[in-house]
């Protein structure tokens, strides 16, 4: 089975920060990779699919790139309500990464 | 527009059979552009993919819980369903209904990829006596 692998595990940040979350796959899977955010108590809500495209309906300050191996989720500049906790998918096998905390500094 | 709502019960007892449902509303399950999956997460931990259906019944599991999980549809009452087998602690968890959107692999790793664009809010299913 592929891994995914989220770093960092946990992360802090101020509003207006630009924030990095990486996923990296044990093996290549081209750009089969997807995004979600979840708040406390919700389900997880698709942001990017097939590495960089935008969701319908996401905002703009969320972008994300990535092939083979090494994806990055970007949030260009933090606003209060994107405090939550992140997950990478491989989009073939459905597996997820174990998930990326964003919290306030 | 398309909504998903889990349904079941929220206690099951070691050994015993878990069964969910999802009922779709807002479009129809039969169109067959779609799949329906199912995923679990238990408490503090991340998602787990449980495994999908298509409008004909096709299924596809993950290989971890394949043993004792399936997943049918009926087209009829735009539903689908999960029955988890021989149950323990372990498969406590909130369990999510999700539709996934899909396409074509460009490339030779794979067949179709996924991604699940519409969730419903989950359900919590307890194993214990």
């Known amino acids: 089975d592929i891994q995914m692998t989220q770093s960092p595990s946990s992360l802090s940040a101020s509003v207006g920060d630009r924030v990095t979350i990486t996923c990296r796959a044990s093996?290549?899977?081209?750009?089969?990779l997807n995004w979600y955010q979840q708040k406390p108590g919700k389900a997880p809500k698709l942001l990017i699919y097939?590495?960089?495209s935008l969701q319908s309906g996401v905002p703009s300050r969320f972008s994300g790139s990535g092939s083979g191996t090494d994806f990055t989720l970007t949030i260009s500049s933090l606003q209060p309500e994107d405090f939550a906790t992140y997950y990478c998918?491989?989009?073939?096998?459905?597996?997820f990464g174990q998930g990326t905390r964003l919290e306030i500094k | 527009q398309v909504q998903l709502q889990e349904s079941g019960p929220g206690l099951v007892k070691p050994s015993q059979t878990l069964s969910l449902t999802c009922t779709v509303s807002?479009?129809?399950?039969?169109?067959?552009?779609?799949?329906w999956s199912w995923i679990r997460q238990p408490a503090g931990k991340g998602p787990e993919w449980i495994g999908r259906?298509?409008?004909?019944?096709?299924?596809n599991y993950n290989p971890s819980l394949k043993s004792r999980v399936a997943i049918s549809i009926d087209t009829s009452k735009n539903q689908f369903s999960l029955k988890v087998i021989s149950v323990t602690a372990a498969d406590t968890a909130v369990y999510y209904c999700?539709?996934?959107?899909?396409?074509?692999?460009?490339?030779?790793?794979?067949?179709?990829?996924?991604?699940?664009?519409?969730w419903g809010k989950g359900t919590t299913v307890t194993v214990s006596s």
């Open positions: 999700a539709r996934d959107s899909w396409g074509y692999c460009s490339s030779s790793i794979c067949a179709r990829y996924f991604y699940m664009d519409v």
């Open positions: 807002g479009g129809s399950i039969s169109i067959g552009t779609d799949y």
């Open positions: 259906i298509d409008f004909s019944g096709s299924t």
């Open positions: 093996q290549s899977i081209s750009s089969y």
């Open positions: 097939g590495a960089s």
């Open positions: 998918q491989q989009s073939y096998s459905s597996f």
